[in-house]
């Protein structure tokens, strides 16, 4: 079975970084296409950025675009999203999420089917 672990949320000054990452069990990556989602509170869930396991290819958000990138390590089965400039709007839980289908709908958090937990970014002013 599929389980996705988040983790490398905390708190963090405008203009800082952090390095999210989800461990991936129950499976190799390739099946997936794995992406980040976010939500901040009384907002919908956004998605961030998503890749293609299988062939590497990525997709973001526009709000974080030349900000934010996704990123893999097979030996491990992990994901990692990496955030440079973050700003107080990034402040949310973030969740992973993998879908079987290979495609990367970020504006369809319906077309992943397994979540993780999520792990909380805060970024202060």
């Known amino acids: 079975q599929l389980q996705l672990v988040e983790s490398g949320g905390g708190l963090v000054q405008t203009g800082g970084s952090l390095r999210l990452s989800c461990v991936v069990s129950g499976s190799t990556l390739d099946r997936y296409a794995i992406a980040w989602f976010r939500q901040a509170p009384g907002k919908e869930r956004e998605g961030v950025s998503c890749?293609?396991?299988?062939?590497?290819?990525?997709d973001y958000a526009d709000s974080v675009k030349d900000r934010f990138t996704i990123s893999r390590d097979n030996a491990k089965n992990t994901v990692y999203l990496e955030m440079n400039r973050l700003e107080p709007e990034d402040t949310a839980v973030y969740y992973c999420?993998?879908?079987?289908?290979?495609?990367?709908?970020?504006?369809?958090?319906?077309?992943?089917?397994?979540w993780g937990h999520g792990t909380q970014v805060t970024v202060s002013p």
């Open positions: 890749m293609v396991m299988r062939d590497g290819s990525r």
């Open positions: 999420a993998a879908n079987p289908y290979r495609l990367c709908v970020l504006r369809d958090p319906g077309v992943f089917v397994v």
